[in-house]
Each structure stands twice: as structure tokens, then as C-alpha cells.
């Protein structure tokens, strides 16, 4: 077992690139991810034991995030809680343009804890991936984060 050190905004990233990327109203595939394309079965099972570690870091981040927007957000009409990026927002009444507004000093200290904290690092264990488990791949995927956890080999540098 291999371990890397990625920032926490990389797991997201490493997420989807593993599992692939959907829009969520129109279910359009965005990117298939690299779980599915044609890959050997032992290599596709140390891929997902990766993607199984990402997620449980991802859902921890999630955690997080969430108490960030307990921390600064403030209930909505819905009773939702909400940053919005304005405040004071004054509207022309005719026009319905914004004739001023500013910007939210919470939403500011959310911004700057949360890329505080995707900016941590954190430590991954894996299987050592080598250039060569992907040999047979032909993928129009991009796969930047990924690559960081393969090994390559003197012979195919």
C-alpha cells in the first residue's frame, strides 16, 4: 500500500474522476469517470476500494461544511439556512433594478474558513498503482488528480 498526501479539495475532484460526474436535473453524464471504463478486474477493485476512502473523507468534509453554514448562515422564509452573497439589497420599484447592496460579511467568513479547510491535507492509503495497470485504457477522460497516485517505473518515463 501506497500513501499520498492530497489536499481536501482534491478528493472531491479524485471523486469524481473515479466515479464520474452527472447533472442532477437533466441525468446528462457529464464524464464517465475512470470506474467505468474497460479496466482489468483486480485494478478496478483497487479503484474502488480508493473511491470507497474518498467518499468517507468527502462525507467528512461534507460535515464540515455544514457546520460552517450552521456557524454563519441565518434562517431563510423557509426556514432554511442560507449565506446569501448580498445584503441590504434596496430594488427600484419600477425599474425592479438593484439600486444598491452589499456584500455579505458572513458570507465572506464562510468563503475564507472553507477554503481554509480545502486547502488541509490530508493522508490517503492506497494500492500502488503503476502506469502499467493502465496500459490497455483508451480514455477521453482527464484524469489530473489520479495521476498523482501512480507510480511510474524508470522504463516508461
Same mark, same amino acid.
Given at each position: ?64 461544511? %455544514?457546520?460552517?453554514? %450552521? ?8 426556514g432554511n439556512l442560507t449565506i446569501p452573497f448580498y445584503i441590504n439589497e434596496v ?35 492506497h494500492y500502488a498503482f503503476k502506469l502499467e495497470d493502465f496500459d490497455n485504457v ?20
Open positions: 500500500m501506497e500513501k499520498t498526501v492530497l489536499k481536501l479539495q482534491e478528493f472531491y475532484a479524485l471523486e469524481t474522476e473515479l466515479l464520474g460526474l452527472k447533472n442532477n436535473q437533466t441525468n446528462e453524464v457529464i464524464s464517465k469517470g475512470l470506474l467505468s471504463e474497460k479496466i482489468k478486474l483486480t485494478t478496478k477493485y483497487w479503484l474502488n476500494d480508493l473511491s470507497k476512502k474518498i467518499i468517507t473523507e468527502k462525507e467528512e468534509l461534507d460535515k464540515l461544511r %455544514t457546520e460552517l453554514i %450552521t456557524k454563519h448562515g441565518t434562517p431563510d422564509k423557509e430594488v427600484d420599484e419600477e425599474t425592479n433594478e438593484v439600486v444598491s447592496r452589499e456584500i455579505n460579511p458572513s458570507f465572506q467568513s464562510f468563503q475564507k474558513e472553507f477554503n481554509d479547510l480545502l486547502n488541509e491535507e490530508r493522508e490517503i492509503e483508451e480514455s477521453e477522460g482527464v484524469y489530473s488528480t489520479f495521476f498523482k497516485l501512480i507510480k511510474v517505473s524508470e522504463e516508461n518515463a
